[in-house]
Nanobody, 128 residues
Framework: QVQLVESGGGLVQAGGSLRLSCAASGRTFSEYAMVWFRQAPGKEREFVAAISWAGGYKYYEDSVKGRFTISRDNAKNTVYLDMNSLKPEDTAGYYC?????????????????????WGQGTQVTVSS
């Protein structure tokens, strides 16, 4: 049973930074791509950033490019999202997810249907 637990959310002023973490358990973490999505109240869950199983490929939603960085530490079974220059429009629940299949990369990593396992989410609130 794959389990994902996010942490690191909170309240921050515009221009500030946060680091989100997602700890995984239940299978060989290093063989699966990981992703961060976010969902604001009344909106669809949207793609934020993805990282391939080996970490060699990273994908970002346009509005976060240059501000957010996704990374992974396979020794710690953890994926991170470093968020800088935060804006009020970044306010949302942030969710990590794990790929259904092993050793995949490519644009499919940006699609919600790629992921079978989801965490409970961590709230990020950016005040203006």
């Amino acid at each position: 049973q794959v389990q994902l637990v996010e942490s690191g959310g909170g309240l921050v002023q515009a221009g500030g930074s946060l680091r989100l973490s997602c700890a995984a358990s239940g299978r060989t973490f290093s063989e699966y791509a990981m992703v961060w999505f976010r969902q604001a109240p009344g909106k669809e869950r949207e793609f934020v950033a993805a990282i391939s199983w080996a970490g060699g490929y990273k994908y970002y939603e346009d509005s976060v490019k240059g501000r957010f960085t996704i990374s992974r530490d396979n020794a710690k079974n953890t994926v991170y999202l470093d968020m800088n220059s935060l804006k009020p429009e970044d306010t949302a629940g942030y969710y990590c997810a794990a790929d259904r299949f092993a050793r995949r990369d490519g644009i499919q990593l940006t699609l919600r249907q790629t992921y079978d396992y989801w965490g409970q989410g961590t709230q990020v609130t950016v005040s203006s």
